[in-house]
């Protein structure tokens, strides 16, 4: 006669056996799948995004723009923007604004103000910058702007272009001095001439 009570005692240690099997194989696994993981440390750092933050939220410049434009005022654009870009911003030019003495793709600094001239500043200012009240950009202003500056000929003028193209626009106006062939002397002729905003 078959035993039931040995045979149900029987399948129990079984399970039970058979349970602690896994639990005993799952604890390893999973001990296993850690140490994979290099630990807690580890695995906190490869789940925090790096770089992203700045990717979602590019850093901003503060640019006042003034002068010949349909809405002058202060701007937030992404660094590396252009001038192109703060006009749009700013509705672009007006209708008398001298639109060849900007130079549209350059980019902008932090800071800086961007002034359009009318065509009539424009005129004034190339006849006699020294009798204006308009101060040369010497960060935008062309070859020929420049050369009306007490001092500066044609060489110079080129000489402070290729400078501000090789090592980027003027901070300050006392940094024309590092320029060749411009010594205090000549600084201080131009000084209350010239402008870097």
């Known amino acids: 006669m078959f035993n039931w009570i040995g045979a149900k005692a029987n399948l129990n240690e079984k399970v039970v ?4 099997a896994l639990l005993l194989i799952g ?4 001990r296993g799948l850690d140490n994979k993981a290099g630990g807690p440390e580890l695995m ?5 995004p790096t770089g992203q933050e700045t990717e979602l939220e590019p850093a901003l410049i503060t640019v006042h ?5 349909v809405n002058p005022g202060v ?3 992404p660094a590396g923007s252009r001038v192109y870009e703060l006009l749009d ?3 672009g030019f007006s209708e008398e604004a001298d639109r060849d003495y900007i130079n549209q793709a350059r980019p ?6 961007v002034y359009v001239q009318t065509r009539s500043e424009g005129n004034a200012a190339s ?4 009798g204006g009240s308009l101060k040369i950009n010497i960060n935008h202003a062309s070859a020929a702007d420049l050369t009306v500056l007490p001092g500066i000929g044609e060489v110079r003028a080129n000489q402070i272009i290729a400078h501000r193209e090789k090592y980027g626009l003027f901070t300050d106006t006392k940094e024309l001095m590092d320029v060749s062939g411009i010594g205090e002397k000549t600084f201080e002729n131009i000084a209350d001439l010239i402008t870097v905003y």
């Open 17 to 20: 056996i058979g349970l602690l």
């Open 65 to 69: 723009l003034a002068g010949a434009v």
């Open 75 to 77: 701007y937030h654009l």
């Open 27 to 30: 604890g390893g696994v999973w």
């Open 127 to 130: 006849g006699s910058a020294a």
């Open 89 to 91: 911003l700013g509705g």
């Open 44 to 48: 906190q750092g490869s789940l925090a």
């Open 108 to 113: 902008l600094i932090d800071g800086e103000q």
